[in-house]
């Protein structure tokens, strides 16, 4: 009985033994499965093995995995994603030279044998024997071919990949198998073609297109004899042969591979020994790969299609589809990205909030009307460098979308309670008494027949921002000065429930995806949304009442092999919110906001804007949002963890005592709209006559969403108890309220820092200042 050597490994002998049996083996079974009079051979193939009857159209055409190719509106390149980076060329793009290298090293005699080269197995066997090891393989090019579409197939599964590569009886003859019928309905040069499209040549390069690119930085068709031979050599062992990180071990198999080549008289040995000594000449490119290559600060935007793609029905019916087709790539994606809007968005955040600042900004214009996305961008960079101070999270979207637990809008809610009022009726020269100070108006309704219902034992209560704020105000002064007694008095008169309706209707949701919560507190702005949630909202008014869901992708063409075809893509649904008198009105109220009131420092001079400024409780959060005819946008600016109030702090190289909706937001706003609208025309609103009432004063430097107080009510009120500053759960109550003042109590609980991504503190009473 044969020994076993000490390692337990085979001895050179058995070894050999082993490889003849095997290759015996198979050829025998490829006798009998090729040629019917070897029937034995047939039915013992097929006890062991599947029957294969005809060619799986993915060997003929393999689905390769490819880049992706994200474009802004004008086909700029935005940047390029992919699990493969590969560029499928035919073979009249690849260079001749590089054509001989790969067949002269891996299987001269490609182009005499059929699939199995049995002159090649027994030259193997008889050199692994000589060298008491395995020194030589024995797979045809085509046999290879086959293995690498079954390891393609398997994607970055480390399950399948295994099973793709495993050193089984039955897998070798499936391969084999297949190998004869490739040879038979391919032919040998799209065989060749294929196989260089699909190997894997190091450096994350798929196919020699991508590799020319990534160590040359020239197309494949351009690779001469001694850059051809280089890359040929890789493919053996990508990680060996890597001449990025082993600039000699490369050369010694490039030159090994050159003298194969004029070895079996593909060049000269003149011209060998000539490459021999030329130096390797890289040229190498960066991979290119991701969000994270975006231009123009389009990382978010970027991201934020890849999440469209793989949460979109349309783009097949479960999530495991989406991502396939998203994985194999090969998409070109026109997107409806706006470059001059991008750019000025980009531009105006760098200049206003500095990416190290302690809290972060973001901005997202969209077109009324389309719903179209024109632009995306934030201070803190895309990427997972924290000490560069990167993120991932994208603070201009919902949480499902890849974005944080949003932000409280505060005083920006104020125009969405508006237009519910008016659309039910209301005179827009409606006054109210509008105090200083008030207790929220109990019982207030709610959706479903029933009631909100203040804590009579502790009534919430809210302030303005200023105490020389006391009415009686009508609707357009209010509005001007945000204040926030006016619109609770008001969202008490209507009911909670149109309002609740309105919002929907506008698009408006929670970004954390929970349902609004019911308490009159909502006028303020406690509900945290996200900034593409309100540009979209606010488009609404702009386009004279038709909402249009937001939609970030114009087109899509896909490559399969040679073929493309367009996929089906996310349209935008629109549907009318409210009447073009609603809306009209609400761009009258808002344009009074940037001409004399709290949003003037975002106006945007002979250029008709409207908008509204927001400032959240304890100036966690500080927003504006505007909108002229062609574009609405939305800028919000806070810490994005809610730890750090803009009290005493400097944004931008710029200190402030307090942050104002209209001081940081509101500038930033200007810019970025003026850029993005330069050049396009400047259409008026269709504006209504709404008569001045009410009480004039000085809108002063906030947007009245509350004075002082402390955030604690809003969690208060959600379990059903009294908090500090807090309403009781009561009958029906869903919400917490507020206490007035100027003083920021001790919150009677805490919450761990790290709890909630992008949320604010619990405020669900006061709202926000004024601007």
Known sequence: MPKKRSGGGLSPTQQAAKFLGVSVLAGAVLAGIALPAFGALGL?????????????????????????????????????????????????????????????????????????????????????????????????????????????????????????????????????????????????????ENYLNITFFGEQAYGVEAAAQRYFSKPAKDLNLQESALLAGIVQSPSRYDPVNDEEEATKRRNTVLARMAEVGDVSKAEADKAMKAPLGLNTSRPKNGCITAVKGAGFFCDYVRQVFLTDPVFGKTSEARAKVWNQGGLTIRTTLDPQAQESAQTSIAEHVYKSDDVATAATIVQPGTGKILAMGQSRPYGIDVKDHQTTINLSVNQNMGGGAGYQPGSTFKPIVAAAALEGGMPATKSYSSPYEMEYPSPVSICGGKNWRNDPAKPAKLTNEDESEHGPYSMKEATAKSVNTYYVQMISDIGICPVVDMAKKMGVSRADGGKI????????????????????AYATFASRGMYCTPVAIQSITQTVGNQKKSLQVPKSTCSRAMSRTTADTVSTLLKGVVEDGTGQEAGLGSRPSAGKTGTTDSRYAAWFVGYTPNMAGAVWVGDPAHKRRMINITIGGVPHDKVYGGEVPGPIWRDMMTGALQGKPAPDFNLVNIPDGGKSKNPGNDDGNNGGGTDTGFIGGLVGGTSTGGVTGGTDASTGGTTGGTTFPTPTFSIPDNLFQGTSNGNGGRGGRRG
């Open 44 to 192: 013992a193939a097929k006890g062991s093995v599947e029957s294969f009857d005809e060619l799986p159209t993915n060997l003929k055409t393999p689905p390769l995995s490819q880049r992706t190719t994200i474009l802004d509106a004008d086909g700029g390149q935005i940047a390029t994603v992919y699990s493969r980076d590969r560029t499928v060329v035919p073979l009249t793009d690849m260079s001749p030279y590089m054509q001989k290298a790969i067949v002269a090293i891996e299987d001269s005699r490609f182009y005499q044998h059929g699939a199995v080269d049995l002159k090649g197995v027994l030259r193997a066997l008889n050199k692994n024997v000589r060298s008491s090891g395995v020194a030589q393989g024995a797979s045809t090019l085509t046999q290879q071919y086959v293995k690498n579409v079954f390891v393609e197939e398997a994607g970055d599964d480390p399950t399948k990949v295994a099973q793709a590569t495993q050193q089984t009886l039955g897998r070798k003859i499936k391969e084999l198998k297949y190998a004869i019928q490739v040879e038979e309905e391919l032919g040998k040069k799209k065989i060749l």
């Open 517 to 536: 919560v019911q308490a009159p507190s909502i006028a303020l702005g406690t509900q945290e949304m996200s900034p593409l949630t309100m540009a979209s």
